[in-house]
Every structure is written in C-alpha cells, then in structure tokens.
C-alpha cells in the first residue's frame, strides 16, 4: 500500500461514521458540532440575538429552579424577564467562586435529575478547589467546541493527534466496541504524562511522536516548551504536525516562538477553566481569541462597573447551556479583555485577550527531571478539605506542600495526598505536607502552586 492511502481510508471511515452518528443523535455533540461549524460564521448581530435567546431561555430557568438565584434576585427586586439584553446584565450580582463552595446545593437546579448530572472537580487556575454539576447538553456543547477549535489547527476526523497532559502514567482508555467506534470517528488519541518530563521520558516521546505520526499536538504550555526544547537540543525534527494547541497556562512569546519553530506549525492558544469549559480560542490567525460565543458570554468589569472595550478588567463568565447548575456572571479569577475589532479570517465570534491568565512553574530535580506545576492543583481538588495550597521546593531534592485547610481540618486526614504525591514524585523529590493559616501571592496577586528552588530552571521568566 502506498503511504497515505490508510490513513486517506480511515478519513473517509471517519466522515461516514461521524454522518451516522449525527443523523442517529442531531442533538449529541456530532450534531452540536455541525451547528457551531455553521454559527461560526454568522455575523456578530446574528450571534448576538442567538445569545440573548439563550440567556433569557438561562435566567428564567435559573430564577424558576436554582434556590440560590431565586433568593438573590428576590432579595434584590430583579425582574429576569427584564433582561433581554446583554448590556442588561450588569443590574444582576457577580458570582464569587467562594459563593459556590459555600451554596453548593441551593445552586443546583431542582429542575435537573441527579442521574442526568456529573460532578466536576476544579484545581482551579489558583490552587482552590471547587465543586460544580454538569450536565449532558453542556458536556455536549463543550466536546462540539473542542472538535471545531482541532479542526481549526489543522486535525479533521479520523485522523492522529497526541496530548502532553496530566495524566499519572502513559494513558490506555477502555476497550471495546464503543471505544473502537468513537476511535474510528475522532482519530487515534495518544495521552501522554506532562508530569514526568525527564529527558528519558521525553526521548521516549519523541519516538512515540515519531511512530504515532499526529497532525496534531497539543499540551500544557509548560510541557510543550519542554517537549520542543528537547527535540531541537537533539536535533530531532517533526514532520507532519499541522497545528499545536496549548492551553491551561500563560503563553509567553518565547515559549511560542521555539515551540512553532520545532513543530514547524502554528501554535493555537486555548483558554479553557473546568468551571466553564473552553471559553477562548485562537484561530490561525492568532488576533486575538474567539469567544465560544455560542456557549459562553463574557463580560470585563473593574471595581464592579463594565470595561470599555480593549481594557482589562476582571473576567466574568455565564454559562449558557449548563442547566444543572448555571453560572451567572461568575468571577473566574483571570483579567483580560474584549478587542472589539473582527478577525480577518471572517468568523464572527468575538475575540478577547487573557490578560495575566495562568502562572504556572515547574520543579526540577537534581537528575534533570521537570514535574509541570499543574500537577499539584490536579491532585488537591479530591479533597474537599483543601482552600489553597502551594508546593515549595525547598531544596532540589525535597518539596514542602503548604496548605491552607477548612475549619476543624487537619493535616492527618491528609494521608492519601501525601501517599499520592510520594508516588508521584519519587525518587526524586521527598514530600511533606505542612498546614499553614494563609500563602502569599505574587506582586500581580495571582497565586501560584508551585514555587521552585531558587536559581533552578523551573522558575518561569
Ligand atoms: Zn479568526
């Protein structure tokens, strides 16, 4: 067989499945996609009387079945029915992450079965975690999102990509017939550890890179720059990656510039939070980030007022399809702003910039293995005990975690964190935890969950 003609075949494979899945379920996230690929394009008056519709269809729901809404807007004398437009959400309360922890339940919706939703666990960009309910339109919505940002770098169905994630080990999904399908549909999808970025395991990868052959990469800024940094050390070159996808941290123009050189691609940045799912995302282009508008509004507000366009403010999103437990102008705890200007490449979708998003460093140990700081927030949001943590390396071969715990917590019940991260880490770094009242925060006031030795190469610029 020639090169080419498999992978040519299972395209075509690819496309038949996918038109038989949308036909059997044009509500599920094929069907969704198809819609997005199409409102993409609409003009931005278009996308904007499709918003209002959705958050009208939003707050009566939210009023009618979230007791935590149902209160505020009493208490506050607000008539949802008045809000029609965008510009008229300002009259309603900003959403503060604390909030949602402390009225978990009067902000789940009666209206929504426990059995139609899925609890979410969020790190959270600050170390904190949170708690949320999803439900299976707006996991629906998110994945439709997800395939119409790939194809955007270049991937189409049926086709190869590769992922530097956390995840412990290299990951193998479940087998069986529904797996094999949706593997027929989405590509071969191959998960790799950003956790473990020694330079044995970055060989390793490079050679999965090799052999897996994806025309797409995506990861972690931090394990991508990694990652690039690596093969161009030993000359390693990349052939047929069309686009990388980064995400979950702060780009910085020097971690793009190596990263698109060595994957000879373009780098497409993602802003994506667990709360909200993808919010943002880069065209090919790269003027900026087009809003998922369809799903998510956001608003830029300082000191409670709306921004003009083009100055940063405090990020507030509104979920528009998840029914199971709305968020209403929700602080997400990134600065950034609207551009107001349109993109050349004709899309509608708003585009916004993330002003000082995500700070995130890496540990390294004295045998020259890098542990992505993501790590950390990943592992303390399964215990609900946990307000804020930080891990400090405090020598190159040992960490302290510091924790900021809830009232009547205490560090025992914290065994498994700490067996967790002994795993984890070992051999390389020892690991004790330490309760601590409060952390400090940089000069920008963002926290930071990883903070390495001093004079080490983890410490970004
Ligand atoms: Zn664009």
Same mark, same amino acid.
């Given at each position: 067989?020639?090169?080419?003609?498999?992978?040519?075949?299972?395209?075509?494979?690819?496309?038949?499945?996918?038109?038989?899945?949308?036909?059997?379920?044009?509500?599920?996230?094929?069907?969704?996609?198809?819609?997005?690929?199409?409102?993409?394009?609409?003009?931005?008056?278009?996308?904007?009387?499709?918003?209002?519709?959705?958050?009208?269809?939003?707050?009566?729901?939210?009023?009618?079945?979230?007791?935590?809404?149902?209160?505020?807007?009493?208490?506050?004398?607000?008539?949802?029915?008045?809000?029609?437009?965008?510009?008229?959400?300002?009259?309603?309360?900003?959403?503060?992450?604390?909030?949602?922890?402390?009225?978990?339940?009067?902000?789940?919706?009666?209206?929504?079965?426990?059995?139609?939703?899925?609890?979410?666990?969020?790190?959270?960009?600050?170390?904190?975690?949170?708690?949320?309910?999803?439900?299976?339109?707006?996991?629906?919505?998110?994945?439709?999102?997800?395939?119409?940002?790939?194809?955007?770098?270049?991937?189409?169905?049926?086709?190869?990509?590769?992922?530097?994630?956390?995840?412990?080990?290299?990951?193998?999904?479940?087998?069986?017939?529904?797996?094999?399908?949706?593997?027929?549909?989405?590509?071969?999808?191959?998960?790799?550890?950003?956790?473990? @970025?020694?330079?044995?395991?970055?060989?390793?990868?490079?050679?999965?890179?090799?052999?897996? !052959?994806?025309? @797409?990469?995506?990861?972690?800024?931090?394990?991508?720059?990694?990652?690039?940094?690596?093969?161009?050390?030993?000359?390693?070159?990349?052939?047929?990656?069309?686009?990388?996808?980064?995400?979950?941290?702060?780009?910085? %123009?020097?971690?793009?510039?190596?990263?698109?050189?060595?994957?000879?691609?373009?780098?497409?940045? !993602?802003?994506?939070?667990?709360?909200?799912?993808?919010?943002?995302?880069?065209?090919?282009?790269?003027?900026?980030?087009?809003?998922?508008?369809?799903?998510?509004?956001?608003?830029?507000?300082?000191?409670?007022?709306?921004?003009?366009?083009?100055?940063?403010?405090?990020?507030?999103?509104?979920?528009?399809?998840?029914?199971?437990?709305?968020?209403?102008?929700?602080?997400?705890?990134?600065?950034?702003?609207?551009?107001?200007?349109?993109?050349?490449?004709?899309?509608?979708?708003?585009?916004?910039?993330?002003?000082?998003?995500?700070?995130?460093?890496?540990?390294?140990?004295?045998?020259? !293995?890098?542990?992505?700081?993501?790590?950390?927030?990943?592992?303390?949001?399964?215990?609900?005990?946990?307000?804020?943590?930080?891990?400090?390396?405090?020598? %190159?071969?040992?960490?302290?975690?510091?924790?900021?715990?809830?009232?009547?917590?205490?560090?025992?019940?914290?065994?498994?964190?700490?067996?967790?991260?002994?795993?984890?880490?070992?051999?390389?770094?020892?690991?004790?935890?330490?309760?601590?009242?409060?952390?400090?925060?940089?000069?920008?006031?963002?926290?930071?969950?990883?903070?390495?030795?001093?004079?080490?190469?983890?410490?970004?610029?």
């Amino acid at each position: 067989m020639m090169p080419g003609t498999g992978r040519r075949w299972r395209r075509r494979l690819a496309t038949l499945m996918l038109r038989l899945t949308e036909a059997r379920a044009p509500a599920g996230r094929f069907g969704r996609w198809r819609e997005l690929e199409q409102s993409q394009w609409w003009s931005s008056e278009q996308l904007e009387r499709l918003v209002e519709t959705r958050l009208a269809a939003l707050l009566r729901h939210a009023a009618d079945t979230v007791e935590f809404y149902a209160e505020q807007f009493c208490a506050a004398g607000i008539n949802v029915a008045a809000v029609r437009r965008v510009e008229d959400l300002g009259g309603l309360p900003i959403l503060e992450r604390r909030q949602v922890r402390e009225h978990f339940a009067a902000l789940t919706s009666r209206a929504v079965p426990e059995a139609d939703r899925r609890l979410n666990a969020t790190g959270g960009s600050t170390g904190e975690p949170l708690r949320l309910w999803q439900d299976a339109q707006r996991d629906d919505l998110n994945m439709a999102d997800r395939y119409r940002t790939r194809r955007w770098a270049g991937w189409d169905f049926g086709e190869p990509s590769l992922t530097l994630w956390g995840a412990p080990t290299d990951f193998v999904g479940r087998r069986g017939l529904k797996t094999w399908m949706k593997g027929l549909v989405l590509g071969s999808e191959r998960t790799l550890s950003a956790w473990d @970025l020694g330079d044995d395991r970055l060989l390793e990868y490079a050679r999965i890179l090799e052999r897996h !052959r994806p025309v @797409l990469v995506s990861g972690y800024v931090s394990a991508l720059y990694l990652f690039a940094r690596f093969l161009s050390r030993r000359g390693i070159i990349v052939r047929g990656v069309r686009g990388v996808i980064s995400g979950a941290e702060v780009l910085f %123009p020097h971690q793009r510039e190596i990263i698109e050189s060595v994957f000879r691609a373009p780098l497409l940045n !993602r802003y994506a939070t667990r709360e909200a799912g993808g919010i943002a995302h880069e065209c090919d282009h790269r003027a900026g980030m087009h809003v998922n508008i369809e799903n998510i509004l956001i608003e830029v507000v300082e000191a409670g007022r709306p921004c003009a366009v083009g100055t940063v403010g405090d990020l507030l999103v509104t979920t528009l399809n998840n029914r199971a437990m709305p968020l209403i102008r929700y602080r997400i705890g990134d600065r950034g702003m609207l551009l107001g200007r349109a993109c050349p490449c004709g899309r509608g979708l708003p585009l916004m910039q993330v002003a000082e998003g995500r700070i995130s460093d890496h540990l390294q140990a004295p045998s020259g !293995r890098r542990v992505v700081g993501t790590l950390f927030p990943h592992l303390f949001k399964d215990y609900g005990a946990i307000l804020l943590g930080q891990a400090v390396q405090e020598r %190159p071969d040992r960490v302290r975690v510091d924790l900021v715990l809830e009232a009547g917590a205490n560090i025992e019940q914290l065994a498994g964190l700490q067996a967790d991260l002994e795993r984890v880490l070992a051999p390389d770094f020892s690991v004790k935890l330490r309760q601590v009242p409060d952390l400090v925060s940089t000069s920008t006031g963002k926290h930071r969950f990883v903070i390495p030795y001093e004079g080490s190469e983890g410490a970004t610029p």
